[in-house]
T-cell receptor, first 112, second 115 residues
Framework: QKEVEQNSGPLSVPEGAIASLNCTYS??????FFWYRQYSGKSPELIMF????GDKEDGRFTAQLNKASQYVSLLIRDSQPSDSATYLCAVNAPFSDDKIIFGKGTRLHILP | EAQVTQNPRYLITVTGKKLTVTCSQNMNHEYMSWYRQDPGLGLRQIYY???????DKGDVPEGYKVSRKEKRNFPLILESPSPNQTSLYFC??????????????FGPGTRLTVL
């Protein structure tokens, strides 16, 4: 069973600081990595995707991928109270119809 | 507006009473999927469909049925609901242009309670 692991949290970060969310995955063949944000009771929405090793920046968000170590992270700079949500890491499973496997999510709480 | 719609949004029913949750997307996506989300268990895939008339089991298919007669619709059917199917359900769709790894768009969710 392919797995995607995340710390469930809650992760508490002061407003204005950098929030760092981590995710590890078990399938070495995975090539596509996604971060979704989910507010309580709402549907997940895509924050970022990354396919290549290294960093990918989009505004206050940076995704980091290290395939050798099988981890992907999401950094949120200048954290805002509106960033308080659950963040889901998702990874493709190339030998299982390429379906997407979701982690259980990390709850992030930005302290005003 | 590009969107995935689900109906109903909230449903309370009793054990054994057949129900259908509808899902429709207007983005001409080939791929559609149903997930359930439970506290501490995350998102778990129930069924998915790569195209019309093509459906496959996900990780937790027991007690559910799906059909894909039209590209835009992917209803989830519970023939005989049981209390352990009380959950928050999400439908999602995705283009297969980039392979199955394209972004998934989620519907607003259906909160189902089975008494």
């Amino acid at each position: 069973q392919k797995e995607v692991e995340q710390n469930s949290g809650p992760l508490s970060v002061p407003e204005g600081a950098i929030a760092s969310l981590n995710c590890t995955y078990s399938d070495r063949g995975s090539q596509s990595f996604f971060w979704y944000r989910q507010y309580s009771g709402k549907s997940p929405e895509l924050i970022m995707f990354i396919y290549s090793n290294g960093d990918k920046e989009d505004g206050r968000f940076t995704a980091q991928l290290n395939k050798a170590s099988q981890y992907v992270s999401l950094l949120i700079r200048d954290s805002q109270p509106s960033d308080s949500a659950t963040y889901l890491c998702a990874v493709n499973a190339p030998f299982s119809d390429d379906k997407i496997i979701f982690g259980k999510g990390t709850r992030l709480h930005i302290l005003p | 507006e590009a969107q995935v719609t689900q109906n109903p949004r909230y449903l309370i029913t009793v054990t054994g009473k057949k129900l259908t949750v509808t899902c429709s997307q207007n983005m001409n996506h080939e791929y559609m999927s149903w997930y359930r989300q439970d506290p501490g268990l995350g998102l778990r895939q129930i069924y998915y469909s790569m195209n019309v008339e093509v459906t496959d089991k996900g990780d937790v298919p027991e007690g559910y049925k799906v059909s894909r007669k039209e590209k835009r619709n992917f209803p989830l059917i519970l023939e005989s609901p049981s209390p352990n199917q009380t959950s928050l359900y999400f439908c999602a769709s995705s283009s297969l242009a980039g392979g199955l790894t394209d972004t998934q768009y989620f519907g607003p969710g259906t909160r189902l309670t089975v008494l």
